[in-house]
């Protein structure tokens, strides 16, 4: 018994360590499609311009731009956790040096900004955090992409909220009432309770998706843009010390490898990376303050 409910437990486990990621992309497709079906179906909203040439290249211009970021953040994520940032197959040499730590778990010498996920059970090179959207952490290796991908699912959100500005619009057209409130805030209650069809919940809860993961997204994006430029991790930003900021120009190198200014367009660009995540080129003291 104790053998079946260890294995039953490992696989729970293990389904729920991918929960999130298959949640991300059922959201993602889900997203995409409203935000297709409104550009050919229901776009432009007035009724004179739904033949004309000018309708044609507006929602051909529209689909490029949305499945163009839709193919990023899926690549982007591909190769992000297809790229390991673990210490695992790396030479780590001697071992010995200021900033070195050994890790008891792994039972070996990890350099400067290495540490221990205990949810990925490994070290990892450079390690941002965990990230428990992708289920991987965020490391010397990843980053590029991970970064990459919350690039492109901002912008996308931020298109996919102003297209659903029509379903506001709709929702509220008669007024703000009880009725448009909380079929706006609790759609699935809505529904369950049969006070809206099935289609005025998926356009409302899909909508408010977009809002809520816009501002989500927006929180994240601009939160590592701003480790990025001041050359911290995750783990670093609280320090008021910056021992590995090189300026703005070679933070972005240090991030995004030597083609920084033009790798973010397309995960295929190759953009070597300056370092190997083992060792950091220093300009301030590594010691902590008193």
Known sequence: MTSLAAKVF????????????????FL????????SYL??????????????????????IHLIAQYFMLGNICWNSLLFLKTSPSIKGVFLGEGMGLGWRYCYTCEAHTPPRCSHCYDCKVCVLRRDH???FFGQCVGFHNYRFFLSCLL???SGLLYATLMNAEVFIVILKEGVTVHSVLLLLIPWIMLVSGQVSARAF??????????????????FFFFHLFL?????????????????????????????GRYWYICWLCPLIPSPMPGDGIHFEVTGSLEPTR
């Not at 490992?10 to 992309?25: G, I, Q, S």
């Not at 001041?230 to 972005?252: A, F, I, K, M, V």
Request: glycine share 4%; charged share 20%.
């Open 10 to 25: 490992c696989r729970a486990e293990k389904m729920c360590r991918h929960l999130p990621v298959m949640l991300n992309t």
């Open 28 to 35: 993602v497709f889900s997203i995409t499609g409203e935000v």
């Open 39 to 60: 550009v050919l179906m229901e776009a432009p909203l007035e009724a004179s311009l739904k033949k004309t040439t000018w309708s044609a290249w507006w929602k051909v």
């Open 130 to 132: 965990h990230c428990v």
């Open 152 to 154: 492109f699912m901002w």
């Open 202 to 219: 998926a356009f409302a809860f899909i909508a408010d998706t977009c809002v809520v993961g816009f501002l989500l997204v927006s929180a």
């Open 228 to 256: 990025m430029i001041r050359g911290q991790t995750t783990r670093e930003w609280y320090s008021s010390r910056r021992p590995y900021n090189l300026g703005l120009r070679r933070n972005l190198q240090h991030n995004l």
